[in-house]
């Protein structure tokens, strides 16, 4: 089935263009189905099943949550600072106009 891209009108090149992207779809389910199974093969050969080598794998992270703020900028309370990293810019010009770190402790 070959195309001369060149001759065919814009309708022609879009209606293309939708069987392409729905072709790409349907191929990339059938590829991520061929995968899973193949994985779930793998895993059952080794006495185990893919859902508790997934729950195995996802069992050894940290977690996402963010460290609790140790100080706040009282002429801004929304902004805050854990203590860890680099400081923010207000808590290096308080300390630079010579107010302690603890004024600013929660």
């Known amino acids: 089935m ?39 093969r793998a895993a059952a050969e080794h006495g185990f099943s893919l859902a508790e080598l997934a729950d195995a794998a996802g069992k050894g992270r940290k977690s996402k949550t963010k460290n609790p703020a140790k ?20 808590i290096n010009e308080a300390e630079a106009a010579g107010r302690p770190l603890s004024d600013f402790e929660i």
């Open 2 to 40: 070959a195309h001369n891209l060149h001759e065919m009108s814009r309708k022609e090149l879009e209606k293309l263009r939708k069987d392409i992207d729905e072709a790409l779809s349907t191929v990339s389910q059938r590829e991520r189905k061929a995968a899973l199974e193949a994985a779930e």
């Open 71 to 90: 100080y706040r900028n009282p002429e801004d309370p929304t902004q805050t600072w854990s203590g860890r990293g680099r400081k923010p810019r207000w």
